[in-house]
């Protein structure tokens, strides 16, 4: 696959190429400007919302697929994201951990089944995370369309746990989510661009892409 | 609710008249005859594949409906209590524990999701248990789809606990069943009871009677 | 061994005869009188304050051995078990789980040495459970010598789960006690009561008990 | 603190430089030969045995202590690092990591009063581990005087868990450490520095280095 980064000289941009060492970066736009090497299949923008307008520019002219990872994009640049996916397949998401967001799917679907266990939610993160309930257990709670009580430890290094926890009289069920390292976000990025680079046309969502094993 | 028990003396009757215990137990069935004391709205028999046909009869005396987790029965058995679907609503199934169903549930789901990450299974029990992998350990493992290494612990009075993990370079996603104490399957026919009191005549799973939270 | 029990009739004079099946139950002691069948070599009293004369009176007559889990007891009955203890071998404690004792141990003898690792407390029980944190976590945390956070989880029946997480920016190190079944105290009254049977006159701690294999 | 290393420009070189990012580096010895900056109280040393002759003259020129973790050290070479400890403070282990030593201390102290609780070993790590079980756990099990079951999971990139579960009919007890990253080394590293450079000349173990918090 030819892919090309936008903000490549950022730390993202660093984790996008080691988790896209099997493929070749071809195209690379940052502050100094934009190096072409080929043309690229997908390009993938984990930059900053100012850079939307070139990037939009560039898979255009490219006429190749997109993922967007930016936080803060505003409204409007989501709906001129989904007037893009008329023409080109564009992937766009807040969080491109995989595996945050299968646990996301798993609680929206079960927790209806489940509403009568109790449930509390534990995440653990590093001493230096200042907020807490952590955004993802926020997110993780949203799903399950409950209101239940949530603990957060802070120590050491811990890089980001989340459990939900649910229990009646005679059982307890368990759904953990652990993050190992920063990677996490690159090779969901590389999930998406595999999936963008052969999409047809359209504007997905991160479950989407993780989905696609399932209609298959 | 009015419900009655087959096999009322032994040891899951006594579980279930405790789960029971708000409601009304009016008819009871045992080796030494039966005792009514009014027309129940559900049945349910835990006891032997022998005492099938007197429980069907009871069953179609008092229009009632009707919870079986007798194991062993045979495919004519089961057959049988098909055809009594027509007439009665009626619950059948091997495990009445909601927990393990729902996880089971969730890994048929997911698992092809999660096709591109690595699975180990987990299994705990007390040190008498004889076999390994447990026979539930198998059937997440048949749930999942994939032929998993499966790791069984054999230790103290643990009642048993269950793990799928799943990890991919960045992330561990860990599904976790434990088993508490054995009302959990009092507890799972007393769902079922409830359901099929209300339930339109048919021939129901487990996991319909704990999935009709979804349709609703 | 021959043993005697005061409060046989009692949920936990069931539970100790359940563990002591092994052995022979010769004395016992009610509120409708006394009944001796031998000389017991060690006698067990998990009952009530009041209840302390009679069994001190006992151990005297037969000249035997003393385990007393009873709670509430008054810092003079303390006294006077330990003045027992010059004629008599006595174990006393307010509570004979091994494993939360062996785990007070380990965190009073290592969290001294893991005193620049960040520490949180996290127990789990059952939601019928009204205090939190639970006694057993604020026992825990007394061990540490650390005022550390604590979360208490309270779900479904779960019988009791703690926690001592200490992490620093490497490495997590999780010591962790989860309670089966209320069988926990008769099987330590078991242990406590082998142990007396052999001791020398003495006043015991539980502790002392346990420890025992490591003076060997 | 003023330090040196050998081996500055190493892997580990360049975890130490972060891990002492509050210190001072005045030295350094690498295979293009030596940077003085200043006179280091204390050497460390994680490269190669074939280094050692080099290091040990350095930290006799300079009068400073020492720090070695380097693998595969000849008993004649420990020999000379024990003469050494005549006049220098010298630390020497082969695992650094502060969690794992304290796990196997805990394990060494306790197990001998878990005798009578089944014990199993479980361990997981990426899937690109080689060996199984892990030379922890075989290192734990040791410390546990026991020959007791290990299981081994190979899952995505799970850097290194390792947990001791001892059970018997009514409890569960769990020792568990997990690492986050590789600067646990680096972490042990700096407090086996901060030790020597205060320390009396001696040849001392990591083991010494935990436990001086315990003889304050």
Chains 1, 2, 3, 4 share one sequence.
């Not at 984990?46 to 070139?54: G, H, K, Q, R």
């Not at 299968?102 to 609680?107: D, K, P, S, Y």
């Not at 709670?141 to 811990?158: E, F, I, N, Q, W």
Request: aromatic share 6%; proline share 4%; net charge negative.
């Amino acid at each position: 696959m030819r892919y090309g980064i936008v903000g490549a000289a950022g730390r993202m941009g660093g984790e996008i190429k080691r988790a896209f060492a099997a493929h070749e970066l071809c195209y690379s736009l940052d502050l100094d400007g934009e190096r072409v090497d080929g043309t690229p299949q997908v390009l993938l923008d984990f930059s900053l919302p100012s850079a939307l307008p070139a990037t939009m520019e560039a898979v255009r002219r490219f006429g190749c697929a997109l993922v967007v990872g930016t936080t803060g994009l505003s409204d409007d640049q989501i709906g001129e994201l989904k007037k893009l996916g008329d023409s080109a397949a564009v992937v766009q998401s807040f969080n491109f951990a995989a595996g945050v967001t299968l646990l996301r799917m798993i609680l929206r679907d079960f927790a209806p089944l489940l509403s009568d266990w109790d449930l509390e939610i534990c995440e653990t993160h590093h001493n230096k995370k200042k907020d807490a309930p952590s955004g993802t257990a926020i997110m993780l709670r949203d799903a399950t369309g409950r209101d239940c009580p949530t603990h957060s430890l802070r120590v050491g290094g811990v890089p980001g746990d989340h459990s939900a926890v649910f229990a009646n009289d005679g059982e307890v069920l368990t759904l953990s989510h652990r993050a190992i390292s920063r990677s996490v976000f690159a090779l969901g990025a590389l999930k998406a661009a595999e999936f963008a680079a052969e999409a047809a046309p359209g504007f997905y969502s991160f479950e989407e892409v993780l989905s696609c094993g399932r209609r298959r």
